[in-house]
């Protein structure tokens, strides 16, 4: 073999019960999974009882905006609308090579973390599509360490943008994966229905996924998910489609959520909540009490529907924090949703790993033989300790390769009478 992971415990408890692992890696493939593997390998690295999961997964982000902090100026007011005027003011200065630059540096940042698959929207409303050819650059530059995915996004609307349908079509043609839409920024209602109909009919034609930022608004009314599930089962795209931010959501009315939710797990569609971002941009106009603003993420879960968590934004002129870091993703989603029990707190693990990847429809994601030998090594016992720690990645495997090391968290302490070292584990 070429390396052995020895002594990994699993997210999810092996087949066979046993507590520690070893994990067989050949030909950038997974071969074995099993307690005491009796076999060799040039390179072993001895997990001793750490956690070892598939990589992170990112199912919502934005990588032609990302580290664009400053430019060119800071949103003072931290708003979304005032994040949008911002974009619409560096979008005239962009230039590839600054975009390439930039996504590549959050790339590198990505591997480090442990995030091994993104899925990126990219704005199709300038004419130029510059952020398209970008990122078509990046995803061909990052394919040997990490998987790309674009969506094709008419930021300013697909009907309110003069030739955005026209350049979403552009960017497909061109390569772009996924496609993409944001019917509650157009001028009605009945033009963001348009809008989900006219996406939804043309990605059927082209046998292509579907993920729109949908009803990203405080507004209860605002409920374009239901066209989007309506059209999903019309023509039949189950599966092949997300809801990206659904926080009207959490301003709906019961009754009517009770009706939408089985419509969502009818048509197969999935929920992409954004914890860092909804938390920070939604419920700006209200004084007090002051909601959340993030997607109703248990009752979603509940029924059925595959959910996940993005990243979003990361120093951006919507959001100026961040690093690549999904677990702390998770951690925010844990507690903007109340999700703390031990169950709920392992399904805040999985939508950051297993659940984008079903979402997203990667091959190979897994720790079983036969999947491809990506994974991540973690500082942490089980994945409550992990999101708890935020646990450091002591190595970050792509293909059977290491292509990340990072040190455990310890710190030294000259306390008389106590340890020298703490770990920040509870020890019992």
């Not at 630059?101 to 993104?118: E, H, M, N, S, T």
């Not at 650059?137 to 955005?164: H, I, K, N, T």
């Not at 495997?397 to 968290?409: D, I």
């Amino acid at each position: 073999m070429d390396l052995i992971i020895r002594r990994a415990v699993l997210a999810h408890a092996h087949p066979a019960g046993h507590p520690e692992v070893d994990i067989g890696i050949e030909g950038g493939r997974i071969v074995a999974v099993e307690a005491r593997l009796d076999a060799s390998a040039p390179q072993e690295i001895d997990a001793a009882g750490s956690l070892v999961t598939p990589p992170f997964v990112d199912a919502h982000f934005h990588l032609d905006a990302t580290l664009s902090y400053g430019l060119p100026r800071v949103n003072e007011s931290g708003t979304l609308l005032e994040g949008i005027a911002l974009w619409g003011e560096l979008k005239p200065h962009l230039t590839q090579e600054a975009l390439v630059a930039r996504a590549l540096a959050y790339c590198d940042w990505a591997v480090a973390r442990g995030l091994l698959a993104i899925r990126s929207h990219v704005d199709v409303c300038d004419d130029r599509l510059l952020a398209v050819e970008a990122l078509l650059e990046v995803r061909r530059r990052v394919a040997p360490y990490l998987d790309l995915q674009l969506v094709a996004f008419p930021q300013d609307g697909l009907l309110r943008s003069p030739g955005a349908f026209d350049n979403l079509k552009r960017a497909i043609a061109m390569g772009v994966d996924v496609v993409g839409g944001i019917p509650h920024f157009e001028r009605t209602m009945a033009d963001g229905a348009e809008s989900v109909r006219l996406l939804c009919e043309f990605a059927a034609r082209k046998g292509l996924r579907v993920d729109m930022h949908c009803d990203e608004s405080d507004d209860p009314q605002s409920r374009h998910i239901e066209t989007l599930a309506a059209q999903t089962h019309r023509l039949g795209l189950h599966g092949r489609v997300a809801g990206s931010h659904l926080t009207s959501m959490h301003s709906m009315d019961n009754d009517y959520v009770s009706k939408l939710l089985p419509l969502m797990r009818e048509a197969g569609v999935a929920a992409i909540a954004n914890p860092l971002v909804n938390i920070t941009l939604q419920g700006r106009s209200d004084t007090y009490p002051k909601r959340r603003g993030m997607t109703r993420v248990p009752e979603l879960m509940a029924a059925g529907i595959d959910v996940a968590f993005g990243h979003d934004c990361v120093m951006d002129p919507w959001y100026s924090f961040g690093s690549a870091d999904m677990l702390e993703v998770a951690h925010m989603g844990l507690h903007v949703a109340q999700m703390t029990g031990l169950a709920a707190t392992r399904a805040c693990f999985d939508a950051v790993t297993v659940n984008p990847a079903r979402i997203l429809g990667l091959e190979g994601y897994g720790l079983a033989p036969g999947c491809e030998a990506n994974c991540v090594v973690l500082d942490a016992r089980d994945p409550v300790e992990a999101i708890r720690l935020r646990a450091a990645r002591l190595a970050v495997v792509r293909r059977g390769k290491v292509v990340s090391r990072s040190p455990a968290a310890r710190a030294t302490l000259s306390l008389e009478g106590r340890p020298a070292e703490v770990d920040f584990r509870l020890h019992r």
